[in-house]
């Protein structure tokens, strides 16, 4: 009996295993309006005991992480901060990350590929799943979670500390550079983005982030 309703309980959760600042608070949003009957759980480091449990994760350039750390934090530009923050990605997750990319309770999500596209993120929820999601429903929640929406919605939030406690959407939430993919090649200078490329280079040559070869 305990062992049926330890399973019971993992299709009632579905695990939102992602790496900080790679879309992860937009598919917790989306997952939350479509499955209002499950415990939706966010975080950025495995539990080994919810592996069980479908998982839905979203990843995206790691030096594109790091700069966007950096902004979240008002950090200057400096290589000590970048080094701070790097060291802070490499605790997040990263590396479980590939251990378990091909399980197959798992959905997995590149940011670059759905952030200004969310039919990418709403086919990949209706294949895994097994459901549909309308265009009316794609309509409302690409509406309500778009960038211009988040940051009405956190710009009377000051920093990263405050949040709305429903969405988890914070201060700073959306950057000058909007959540563009590669912005970091704007922020960082070539040096800085080959130290942190070839910090991450197994994630990034495994992730196929290959077309964002550090600069010679």
């Known amino acids: 009996m305990r062992k049926l309703?330890?399973?019971f309980a993992h299709r009632r959760h579905i695990l939102q295993f992602s790496l900080p600042r790679s879309?992860?608070?937009l598919v917790y949003n989306?997952?939350?309006?479509?499955f209002p009957r499950h415990r939706i759980e966010k975080c950025h480091t495995l539990d080994r005991r919810n592996l069980e449990s479908t998982i839905v994760a979203t990843y995206r350039n790691p030096v594109d992480i790091v700069a966007s750390l950096l902004l979240v934090s008002n950090g200057s530009v400096t290589d000590a901060n970048i080094r701070e923050q790097s060291i802070l990605l490499n605790t997040q997750g990263i590396w479980d990350l590939l251990t378990i990319r091909n399980?197959?309770?798992m959905l997995l999500l590149r940011y670059e590929d759905f952030v200004d596209d969310f039919d990418?993120?709403?086919?990949g929820i209706e294949s895994h799943f097994q459901i549909g999601v309308p265009h009316e429903k794609r309509q409302e929640l690409s509406t309500k979670y778009n960038r211009k929406s988040v940051q009405a919605i956190t710009e009377r939030y000051d920093d990263f500390s405050q949040y709305d406690s429903?969405?988890?959407f914070h201060g700073r939430h959306i950057s000058r550079f909007n959540g563009a993919p590669n912005f970091?090649?704007?922020l960082l200078t070539d040096e800085q983005w080959n130290a942190v490329g070839r910090y991450f280079?197994?994630?990034m040559e495994q992730m196929n982030y290959s077309d964002a070869k550090a600069a010679d």
């Open 103 to 105: 399980r197959s309770n």
């Open 5 to 7: 309703l330890t399973r």
């Open 184 to 186: 970091a090649r704007q």
């Open 201 to 203: 280079s197994l994630f």
């Open 23 to 25: 879309g992860s608070t």
């Open 120 to 123: 990418v993120l709403f086919n």
């Open 30 to 34: 989306v997952l939350r309006e479509l």
């Open 166 to 168: 429903k969405t988890h």
